[in-house]
């Protein structure tokens, strides 16, 4: 079972670029969501998904989107993007929705390295 | 504000123990999660803590206090493969994950 896959591992980005980092999953949860980790700072959450067809901000949505058409992929687009947006981005997901359960166990994908130039 | 303090970083000795600190201040308690990060991989799951009290699975145990705020993390019997930043994670009031910084546990033999 592959679990949680992210695409590409890594990447360069001229600035102003735009770009989409994939990620799918193959364990059906309803649950997805997109952090960015930064030195010296927690895993901080972009947007997530509960279920398929429903989005949400997190704590620093900017300069992010997200879409969740079916439940196994959850990609996020940086529409033009900026040197603060270098950091790594982790996808994961769990198998519960808001209010559904306490217990929120979220798998990570492997993750993408962004470098914004 | 919601907040995490956890060490950034402690050095341990292989075959020793060590306790790894985690205070919180969140809107909303609905449990509180411990995470193993490798050096460029990703956050694995370890424990989850929800009622006050220790829970013990191998050499790893995961304390919590509510009342306190206050949980930890304790290793036994420490291997070189423990070197990790482990993360403290709290989930809120919206079941939404807050994050520590993360401990940067050092091994040496």
């Known amino acids: 079972t592959a679990g949680i896959t992210q695409a590409p591992t890594s990447q360069i980005l001229a600035a102003g670029r735009s770009m989409t980092l994939r990620c799918t999953q193959d364990m059906r949860h309803n649950a997805m969501y997109w952090y960015r980790q930064d030195l010296g700072l927690g895993l901080r959450l972009i947007h997530y998904s509960n279920t398929a067809g429903t989005t949400g901000k997190g704590e620093v949505p900017d300069g992010y989107s997200v879409s969740r058409a079916n439940t196994d992929d959850f990609p996020l687009t940086l529409a033009s993007a900026v040197p603060s947006q270098t950091s790594v981005y982790f996808c994961a997901s769990s198998d519960s929705e808001t209010g559904d359960s306490s217990y929120n166990e979220q798998f990570f994908g492997p993750g993408t390295r962004l470098t914004v130039l | 504000g919601q907040n995490i303090d956890q060490p950034t970083e402690m050095t341990a000795t292989e075959g020793a123990i060590v306790q790894i600190n985690c205070t919180y201040q969140t809107s909303g308690f609905n449990g509180l999660f411990w995470y193993q990060q490798h050096a460029g991989e990703a956050p694995t799951f370890l424990s989850y803590n929800v009622l006050d009290g220790l829970e013990e699975k191998g050499r790893f145990s995961s304390f919590l206090s509510r009342s306190k705020g206050y949980s930890y993390l304790l290793l036994k019997e420490l291997q070189m493969k423990d070197s990790a930043s482990y993360l403290c994670?709290?989930?809120?009031?919206?079941?939404?994950?807050?994050w520590g910084a993360g401990t940067k546990l050092i091994i040496k033999p």
């Open positions: 994670a709290v989930s809120d009031s919206n079941y939404q994950l807050i």
